[in-house]
């Protein structure tokens, strides 16, 4: 277990391009044209050498790390769903009935809901671990959303759920959230990191109007603002402290932690790319064992995707948040896995290079 996110931090190395060339080179002998399954080669390269070039590849079990909480900036209109939702979302999701709950079940993905903090008890769930005594964030738009102290408590938390999965066998890890009005300190955040300009990247959410938008996009550039004045210039993990929230930055540990562990991690849509932008800002090494998922109908993500140099595994139009898109892209991870473990060489098919490209 880790003791403070400098001990994270601390352990996060680069993959080594030794065991990706190597794991290219593999997957260039095997019975097909060099390069023909596209994308697909790209991951499988990946997962070996996240795993340190150990032959087969694995990617089972999976562990789906949800975390919730609330939201103060909700008092500023920027949502149109109550907030007794996100407690009755949680209820549903460890009950079975979410879309996250439906899709993992049928990937065969474990989940463990990290409450980091909302309106209602945390349910008594051997899945569900409360990590916060506070209920709600503080109100982004007139102060800081934590303090820099419980931001990276709430990281702590996150990169420690990855120690434990691991300690029980756990060797791949996804990231999902749930919270009324989370899109808010998500764009919040990535307009400070990423110098985005709120009326450009500030969505609908869960069904915003068009004028409820605009209010949002007023709510946020007030708060980053508030933000600057208050704190200038700031590292990576005060500006998560002043402008995130509760379950934000304990994803953002989950991804810190999974890259100190060298453990491939799946990053779901908006909200929860921007606890991988946090943690990217605070380490930029945590791409080379992060996978994102689908991009996100919101309309500000394919800036995001642009300022990180990413491009997203799925496009489905989706925006459900909780995880879904994760749950899909584990699939496609585990079909790379599989042709890197189970296709033939060249040599094992005794087929000839020189005659099977000219076929």
Known sequence: MFVSVQEVCGQISPVRKDLLDAAQDHLDNLTKPVGSLGRLEEFAARLSAIGGGAFPVETDPALHVLAAADHGVFAEGVAQNPQEVTHLMIVNILQ???GISVLARQSGMDIVLLDAGHKGECPQDSRAKRINDLEVSGNLAREDAMSLELCEKLVLAGANAVAEGVQKGYKIFSVGEMGIANTTPATALYAEYFGLDPKEITGPGAGLSKDCIAHK?????????????????ADAMQVLASLGGFEIAALCGVVLGAAALKKPVIID?????????????INRTVRDYAFLSHASAEPGYQKVMDCLGEKPMLHFGMRLGEGTGASLALQILRSAKAVYNEMATFKDANIATDTYLQK
């Open 269 to 281: 849509g908006f909200i929860s790319t921007s606890a991988y932008a946090a943690a990217y800002c």
């Open 96 to 98: 079975g009935g979410a």
């Open 217 to 233: 996009a007023a709510v946020i550039a007030g708060a980053l603002e508030r933000h600057r004045k208050q704190h200038g210039k």
